[in-house]
Every structure is written in structure tokens, then in C-alpha cells.
């Protein structure tokens, strides 16, 4: 059983960065894809970034260039450096976990129901 603890959410004013770990315990970091997710008040998940087995990474459209994800294989730790932060990244961040590569043909998996392993999730307010 993979269990997955983020930490390093908190409220930082615009412009401002802050980076997330996710710690991993019960999986080796070559053995599955992960992912960060945002979940904005009263809508879905939605991916962020993903760093596929292989190392490859995917970033969602608004957040390339701001933000970056990378991990530890060593420690077992994922990360995401985000950097410039505006209020509309105001939301849930969680960390995802699943035993699959998820780039098929150039195209990513990027759904939540393709995420097997979730964290608990930590909250990321950037004001104004």
C-alpha cells in the first residue's frame, strides 16, 4: 500500500513561491507515475503536472513556466517549485500516485480516475 503525505502549503502574497513535497512510503519512485493536482472550491481536480516512471513530465497549459515538478528517488520525496504565484492558484494541492505509465503515443493520461494512490492534500492561498 502506497501512502503519499504533503506538506509546504501556506499563504504567501502574489508574486511570492513556495514549494510542496510529497512524501512517499510503500513504493519506489521508479515503479510509478505521479502527479500534483489543484482542486479550486467547488470544482474537480484537475492535473497540474505529472512526472511520469520514466522521468518524462507534463505540465497543464497555464502553470508551464511557473511551475515545476521534480523528485527525489533517494528519499522517496515528489515536488512542485511553484514560483510567481497569483491568487487564482488558490486551491487544494494533492499529491497522486499510480503503478502505470501514463504517456501513450505523445498523449498523457491526465484524469484523476487513472490515480490510484492519493494524499491527504494541503492548501495553497496566494492573496492579492
Known amino acids: 500500500q502506497v501512502q503519499l503525505m504533503e506538506s509546504g502549503g501556506g499563504s504567501v502574497q502574489a508574486g511570492g513561491s513556495l514549494r510542496l513535497s510529497c512524501a512517499a512510503s510503500g513504493a519506489t519512485y521508479s515503479s510509478v507515475s505521479m502527479a500534483w493536482f489543484r482542486q479550486f472550491s467547488g470544482k474537480e481536480r484537475e492535473a497540474v503536472a505529472i512526472i511520469d516512471m520514466d522521468g518524462s513530465t507534463f505540465y497543464r497549459g497555464s502553470v508551464k513556466g511557473q511551475f515545476a515538478i521534480s523528485k527525489d528517488a533517494a528519499e522517496n520525496v515528489l515536488y512542485l517549485q511553484m514560483n510567481s504565484l497569483k491568487p487564482e492558484d488558490t486551491a487544494m494541492y494533492y499529491c497522486?500516485?499510480?503503478?502505470?505509465?501514463?504517456?501513450?503515443?505523445?498523449?498523457?493520461?491526465?484524469?484523476?480516475?487513472?490515480?490510484?494512490?492519493w494524499g491527504q492534500g494541503t492548501q495553497v492561498t496566494v492573496s492579492s
Open positions: 497522486a500516485a499510480t503503478p502505470r505509465s501514463l504517456r501513450y503515443g505523445g498523449m498523457w493520461s491526465t484524469s484523476p480516475s487513472v490515480f490510484r494512490y
